[in-house]
């Protein structure tokens, strides 16, 4: 059985988009619609997103947010206000243009993200200095035309939140969109296990509209970045274009100063291509819907399922907790579990209760131990810790393995087409290189990262005189 259910899998090493929608699908985190590029969230998905949401949204509420909902319909003559956000968006927009057997008059955008929405609303409720700042999040979803899609990582509707803030002083935007960040980075970090760089893109890569955008960059098991979130300052960009000014403290007009920021269900992508194995997918404790699995052996017997039940009770003060006693085999739900990457899985039986013991097996390193009953509480919690810090030292330690350094021109081209992962080199900050640098190595710009360092005096690229340490890489 057991080896039926790893052959249903493709190997990663074979063939890594395919071994991706393997476990998806295999997992039952999605299902695909009707609907071309949209998915369905199952359950199991939409619970770990919905834990995502739960720590999300209380980080963001600790640091003075209030959620808000906007309309998910946005007029054209609103979009238009904003140039060069408009022509970012313009490829990826779905438009309606009636309603029943009507014909708008004007029509509709689906938002494909809310910035025009916001800075509509402020125009209007944000007169004076007393007014600010405003401090707004939004859950929702978006809708993006994509021409190529993939579960989590790029579909045409999508889930995500969009912080929208607007302050007083260009120092409290910058510091806005820098704390964001920080939080973002640290709940990768701290709750998905993925290490993340933080860095400034450039000025090609930055928001349509944005002054700076910044970035959370985490390297997949198979060498590709993945932008994992993204925090911008607009400075008055925005506001200029919709008039949004206030009485400031001398009692002069001034433009307000706005930020905007978010992260989506990609971040569950991430996760998938970060941990997981052949064998399906591996979850963090902290984020995982269910952290312990109680499989009872010989269930039909005497006092086994009264005493799986009785565990339950006790485990579920510590952890998130089920058991399964269908009359599925334990191979089946061996499988089964290791497939959806619950983190521990207990196993009791006859022989066990005589012992007063049980049997955990962590999902991570397939290791079992036997514990006894009475150490349990203080055992799974000590091990959920612990599997969820080894997750978080083994994706640094491959991000470092799959981390280069090129120096010359040719040097790049050859770590781009040898080896998968970040490449770190410098740049003199123009677009002529950065775009020569993506026409024939194939890399684009990731991040200018905060933590500064100097590899070469020259470009990477023209040999001129460099600016910048980035990292390249091929992304999804």
């Excluded at 052959?7 to 985190?29: G, N, P, R, S």
């Excluded at 995502?52 to 640091?63: F, N, S, Y």
């Excluded at 054209?76 to 029943?100: N, Y």
Aim: glycine share 6%; aromatic share 10%; hydrophobic share 35%.
């Amino acid at each position: 059985m057991k080896k039926e259910q790893v052959q249903a899998i493709t190997k990663m090493e074979e063939d890594f988009a395919q071994w991706y929608t393997d476990i998806v699908k295999k997992a039952e985190l999605v299902d695909y619609s009707s609907v071309k590029g949209c998915m369905i969230l199952r359950p199991y998905g939409y619970a770990l997103w919905e834990n995502i949401q739960k720590v999300m949204d209380e980080k963001l509420k600790e640091t003075g947010h209030e959620n808000v909902y906007m309309p998910m319909f946005i007029p054209e003559s609103l979009l238009q206000k904003e140039k060069d956000h408009v022509e970012g968006f313009a490829p990826e927009v779905a438009w309606v243009t009636h309603g029943g057997d009507e014909e708008l008059a004007e029509r509709l955008c689906i938002r494909p993200t809310s910035e025009t929405l916001f800075c509509e609303h402020f125009s209007k409720i944000v007169q004076s200095y007393n007014d600010l700042p405003k401090l707004y999040n939004q859950w929702c979803s978006v809708v993006r035309w994509e021409k190529t899609t993939r579960p989590f990582l790029r579909t045409t509707e999508f889930l995500w939140q969009e912080g929208h803030t607007i302050h007083e002083t260009a120092e409290e935007s910058q510091q806005e969109t820098i704390n964001i960040l920080n939080i973002y980075a640290s709940f990768c970090e701290e709750y998905l296990a993925i290490p993340v760089i933080k860095g400034q893109k450039t000025e090609k890569e930055k928001f349509a509209g944005a002054k700076a955008t910044y970035t959370i960059e985490s390297l997949m098991h198979d060498g590709k970045a993945l932008q994992t979130g993204t925090s911008h300052n607009f400075g008055t960009n925005f506001t200029e274009a919709f008039d949004i000014k206030f009485l400031d403290r001398n009692g002069k007009w001034q433009y307000a100063h706005q930020t905007s920021w978010g992260v989506s269900t990609r971040m569950i992508g991430g996760l998938i291509m970060v941990h997981s194995d052949n064998n399906g997918l591996v979850l963090p404790p902290k984020i995982a819907p269910t952290q312990v699995m109680i499989v009872p052996i010989a269930q039909h017997k005497e006092g086994v399922l009264e005493k799986a039940t009785e565990l339950q009770t006790r485990i579920q003060k510590v952890a998130r907790v089920k058991m399964d006693a269908s009359n599925k085999t334990p191979g089946w739900k061996f499988n089964e579990y290791e497939m959806k990457g619950i983190p521990i899985r207990l196993e009791v039986g006859p022989k066990d209760i005589e012992k007063n013991q049980v049997v955990l097996v962590r999902r991570d390193t397939k290791e079992k131990e036997f514990v006894a009953i009475n150490e349990l509480e203080e055992r799974i919690t000590k091990l959920l810790e612990d599997i969820q810090q080894s997750l978080f030292e083994k994706a640094k330690a491959l991000r470092e393995e799959k981390t280069y350094t090129a120096i010359t021109f040719e040097e790049m081209k050859q770590v781009a087409a040898e080896k998968q992962g970040f490449i770190k080199a410098m740049w003199c900050g123009s677009l002529a290189c950065e775009e020569k640098l993506k026409e024939e190595i194939g890399v684009t710009s990731r991040c200018m990262p905060f933590e500064k360092e100097e590899l070469a005096k020259q470009c990477v690229c023209c040999e001129k005189d460099a600016k910048h340490m980035v990292y390249w890489g091929k992304a999804y």
